[in-house]
């Protein structure tokens, strides 16, 4: 898949808007969600396994099936690694810098690992023990470790393979809507490891993943429709109709509205209805919300991205695992030099603290560009086993080569 700048310009959108919300001022509860019941964790998650389907998609035609199973965890064993140089940095410095200060917000992160240093350390490293603002590059892990199994499926059966992992992931989705997860993680703790529940991240995986294995699916066949000759497989595109379009600019502009005029909980104290919205279990109205933004983006996307550039976004976009983590950086330290006094600042110092943030971010995305990367998985010569035809019975590999 060749790079789209559109596309780092929505990653470097929603990266930003992270950081905002991430960044304690008053600024961050305005700009949390400002398009309606969508925050841009749903955009990050949904645009990222896009890219993954579609890149290691293309090496699996080109390169055979090894290449994108070693690549997917090669690329899985790097966000680890930054992962683990964001919880050494958590555990250390921001740990050392927030006693020294008293700052309650820091001691409250990192109070199962003021408790439990050996398990909370051990256990974080596993993915388990997730303390806020980290629980994100975790489930990046595990689902890339997972999607090398889910495009094999998907590329070796085609339509009705992508149906079977939609249909698997569509389930692990109700099952989080019922708690079901929940109620499987507290009898296996029961068992084994010590780690409560809270203590795991406030992103409900068995939901979360559905948008992911939603992603990799159309990152997938579009890369698959442009690969494949077309007398073989008919290349997959995504029209609206016009009703459609006007359905989902109602839902886009109706839930923006309500949004700003209620705030961030839909039904107020209605806490079982704000279920139906819910962030951290992906709710049935949030999805809607989600499904008609992506219809929208994806009609008048282009049509902006032609009339301009935005490439500071691009910038960051295209770097975004280290800005990613350069936002936790700068975030955690701010909370533990300054603490969460959102709305107890002057304007004009949290406006410099923005300021000086989306600075370093721009910084650290400019020198990851300058960086060289190793580019040995794309540019390798395919090994023998690299080149099986068996990926995809029936279809024309781009090279030529068709399957017995």
């Known amino acids: 898949m060749t790079r789209k700048p559109e596309l780092d310009a929505l990653r470097g959108l929603m990266l930003l808007l992270i950081t905002v919300t ?43 099936p090894s290449a994108m199973r070693r690549g997917l965890w090669d690329r899985a064993a790097v966000v680890w690694a930054w992962h683990a140089a964001m919880l050494l940095y958590l555990f250390t410095v921001i740990a050392a810098l927030g006693i020294a200060t008293d700052q309650a917000a820091i001691k409250n992160m990192i109070s199962f ?8 350390l051990l256990t974080s490293f596993a993915l388990i023990y997730n303390p806020p ?38 389930l692990f989705w ?3 809507q019922f708690e079901l997860d929940r109620s499987l993680y507290a009898w296996i703790t029961s068992k084994t490891i010590t780690v409560p529940l809270h203590q795991t991240g406030a992103f409900e995986l068995a939901a979360w993943q559905f948008l992911w294995i939603f992603g990799l699916w159309m990152g997938s ?3 698959a429709g442009e690969n494949l000759e077309h007398d073989e497989i008919r290349k997959v595109k995504f029209h609206s109709t016009r009703s459609l379009l006007l359905l ?70 295209n770097a975004s695992l280290p800005v990613f983590c350069a936002h936790l950086v ?31 971010l721009y910084l650290v995305a400019f020198v990851a560009a300058k960086v060289p990367t190793s580019k040995a998985l794309l540019s390798k010569k395919p090994g023998p086993d690299d080149r099986r035809p068996e990926l995809v019975p029936g279809l024309v590999k781009v090279q030529g080569i068709r399957p017995e």
Not at 113 to 120: I, L, N
Not at 257 to 277: E, S, T
Not at 290 to 315: D, K, Q, S
Not at 338 to 358: A, C, F, N, S, W
């Open 22 to 64: 991430h960044v304690p001022t008053s600024i961050a509860d305005r700009l949390s969600q400002p398009f309606g019941f969508v925050s841009a964790a749903e955009g990050f998650v949904f645009l990222s396994a896009f890219l993954v389907g579609g890149v290691y998609t293309k090496i699996a035609f080109d390169k055979g």
């Open 113 to 120: 690992y003021m408790q439990e240093p050996v398990t909370a």
């Open 133 to 170: 603002l980290l629980d994100i590059l975790p489930m990046y892990v595990l689902y890339m470790l997972a999607s090398p199994l889910a495009l094999t499926i998907g590329l070796r059966w085609k339509r009705k393979g992508w149906a079977f992992v939609l249909g698997v992931s569509v």
């Open 174 to 176: 109700i099952f989080a």
């Open 221 to 223: 066949s579009m890369q």
């Open 248 to 317: 989902a600019l109602a839902i886009v502009i109706g839930c923006m509205i309500w949004r700003h005029l209620v705030g961030q909980a839909p039904f107020g104290a209605r806490v079982d209805l704000n279920l139906l919205f819910d962030k951290w279990q992906l709710g049935p109205l949030r999805l809607i919300n989600f499904f008609a933004m992506m219809i929208v983006v994806m009609h008048y996307g282009p049509r902006v991205t032609r009339v301009m550039r935005f490439r500071f976004l691009e910038v960051l976009g």
């Open 330 to 360: 700068v975030a955690l330290l701010v909370l533990a030099l300054v603490g969460d006094k959102r709305g107890q600042m002057p304007l004009g110092r949290e406006v410099l603290i923005l300021l000086g943030t989306m600075a370093v």
